[in-house]
């Protein structure tokens, strides 16, 4: 076969499995979205009237439906507790390290723990989830036809994708986003197959529902020039806000776990705590998605307090919800609480700034865009998405402008770090935003050299002359009785050394030679930037941070392999 027809088979191939990819995560996003209007059918016009009680003007009952829902999501939990959380940190967990699998009972339970979370007003978006579902749906299609593990990586980003894209009908975006996320950046021959998938499901979003996404956003808004600065101002005390968020959520997670409290009360405490803030808010998008408050942020019918007001609210209750062991996602919480902020912003300058056209609902857009960048470390994804959901390029300088200071005030403030990434950390994974991948898809682990070659810290640099001659390597690492890895050793520390030294035990010479270490769970990236802070050929891998026990060793030529591997992985050509 020649090379042309093998390139057209192999293309052929890639669009066929594109489309079934767009395909499935769009029908996942259609059977998610149907279950979630049905749970909230169940809980809002059948459960709600049945423990309403007024007090004052305010609905009781209100704050009774999430914890309702949290005992059935406790269930899954007990039995999944993997369920917790939005789904894209998992998709980036399996792309990165698990080869492009994500086993389909995982799939299905969270499926229905998240439709019962948000259908039971749970204060999370289906958009995390739905992309998660999208991905899981096409790693099965994967596995099925045994695909290899590069194709699998790339068609579950397409699932993502396609699922995004659905929920938005935002193909473009919903594109970006699998690209920024996953693969941390844009690999130009690996867009056709994603943006063939994000289509996909789109269409049959559109196909099915008529209608993907309910944010309804006023048309012929614009602004000024001289708004520019407010802008970027925006832009920076949102970026602030994202990072502070950020931390705060996974604090508030971090506090449930460890709370001496039965598993199964957690997530109806959790409920109970978002069902007593939206009991007073009912109506503006507290419980569940929220796009009926962001509606009336938009079109400027919420004062200053109320809209501030509003973004708190749902700050605590998206917090709550995921801290206590919900499954959801951040992605319609951070759109919301950016729109509530960026609204806020607007009317404020429209009172100090008379003069100026000032319309809230571009600075409500940038808002968003900004603190959701900030969020996600994702700011192409949000200036395509605003671009797209108004169908103007009016509104792109102020949204570009917020969104990219967001972005970087974000980034400067949580290392690098995402609110999806920082999931991972939390797992023992590195993962860093904002460049693309290559080591960063290969853990430790897999280039590791399993049988190290290694020196006792009570040999002698004599022992370890002859171990050099008879190996070959330049560098060992050094164990104690235990096989915990006490320093580094190698040809340097020989160097001009007279045989009088050498006699001495090895131990005596590791004070003067700082090392560093790596693990199997961080990427080769990180084994790199390591290598080079310490200027090492060779890193010992031990088995965790609490436990030295040598495990391996990886060196620069174990990383310069896994470079050109995963460069060749990378790519579908």
Not at 41 to 59: K, S
Not at 69 to 93: D, M, T
Not at 311 to 333: E, N
Request: aromatic share 10%; proline share 5%.
């Amino acid at each position: 076969m020649s090379s042309r027809s093998r390139y057209v088979k192999k293309w052929g191939v890639v669009i066929v499995f594109s489309i079934m990819a767009g395909l499935v995560g769009g029908l996942g996003a259609v059977l998610f979205r149907i279950a979630i209007s049905f749970v909230h059918r169940i809980f809002f016009d059948w459960i709600l009237p049945r423990v309403t009680y007024e007090v004052a003007g305010v609905n009781l009952g209100y704050a009774l439906l999430p914890a309702f829902g949290a005992l059935i999501v406790a269930i899954f939990v007990l039995r999944y507790p993997e369920i917790r959380g939005n789904g894209i940190p998992e998709v980036i967990e399996a792309v990165i390290f698990k080869g492009g699998n994500i086993p389909g009972s995982f799939a299905v339970v969270k499926t229905l723990a998240t439709a019962v979370t948000i259908g039971s007003g749970g204060s999370v978006g289906r958009e995390g989830p739905i992309g998660f579902i999208g991905a899981a749906l096409t790693a099965i299609l994967a596995r099925w036809f045994n695909l290899s593990k590069e194709m699998k990586k790339l068609l579950v980003t397409c699932g993502l994708a396609a699922g995004i894209a659905g929920t938005f009908n935002t193909p473009l975006a919903g594109a970006m986003f699998a690209l920024e996320v996953v693969y941390m950046g844009a690999f130009s021959i690996n867009l056709v197959p994603i943006f063939v998938a994000a289509i996909t499901g789109n269409a049959l979003t559109l196909a099915v529902l008529k209608r993907a996404v309910e944010i309804d956003i006023p048309s012929g808004i614009g602004h000024s020039l001289p708004e520019l600065p407010l802008f970027f101002i925006l832009g920076l005390a949102m970026g602030l806000l994202a990072a502070a968020y950020a931390r705060f959520l996974y604090a508030v997670i971090e506090r449930f776990s460890r709370a001496g409290l039965p598993e199964i009360s957690k997530p109806v405490l959790g409920g109970l705590g978002v069902g007593f803030v939206g009991m007073f808010f009912p109506t503006y998008g507290i419980f569940g998605i929220g796009y009926e408050g962001m509606r009336l942020a938009f079109y400027g019918r919420l004062t200053v307090g109320l809209l501030v007001t509003l973004a708190l609210a749902k700050m605590l209750a998206t917090a709550l919800t995921l801290g206590s062991g919900h499954s959801g996602g951040v992605f319609a919480p951070s759109l919301y609480i950016g729109t509530m902020f960026g609204a806020a912003f607007g009317e404020i300058v429209r009172i100090l700034f008379p003069s100026f056209t000032v319309s809230p609902a571009v600075y409500a857009l940038a808002g968003m865009a900004a603190f959701f960048s900030g969020m996600t470390q994702a700011p192409l994804t949000q200036i395509l998405m605003v671009t797209e959901l108004t169908r103007s390029y009016a509104v792109l300088p102020p949204v570009m402008t917020s969104a990219t200071i967001g972005f970087l005030t974000a980034r400067f403030f949580l290392g690098g770090e995402s609110i999806y990434t920082l999931k991972l950390r939390m797992k023992g994974y590195h993962v860093k935003t904002g460049k693309p991948v290559i080591l960063e898809t290969i853990s430790v682990g897999e280039v590791m050299t399993t049988t190290p070659v290694y020196v006792h810290k009570d040999d002698t640099l004599l022992d370890v002359e002859h171990l050099i001659s008879e190996t070959g390597h330049d560098c060992f690492p050094v164990v104690d009785e235990d096989m915990r890895v006490v320093g580094v050793i190698g040809v340097r520390d020989l160097l001009k050394k007279p045989t009088s030294l050498k006699r001495m035990r090895v131990e005596r010479f590791l004070n003067s030679r700082p090392f560093a270490v790596t693990y199997p769970t961080e990427t080769a990236e990180d084994a790199f930037e390591k290598l080079m802070e310490f200027d090492m050929n060779l890193l010992p891998v031990v088995r965790s941070e609490s436990d030295p026990t040598l495990v391996g060793v990886i060196t620069k030529k174990d990383i310069y392999k896994a470079y050109y591997r995963g460069l060749e992985g990378m790519y579908i050509e």
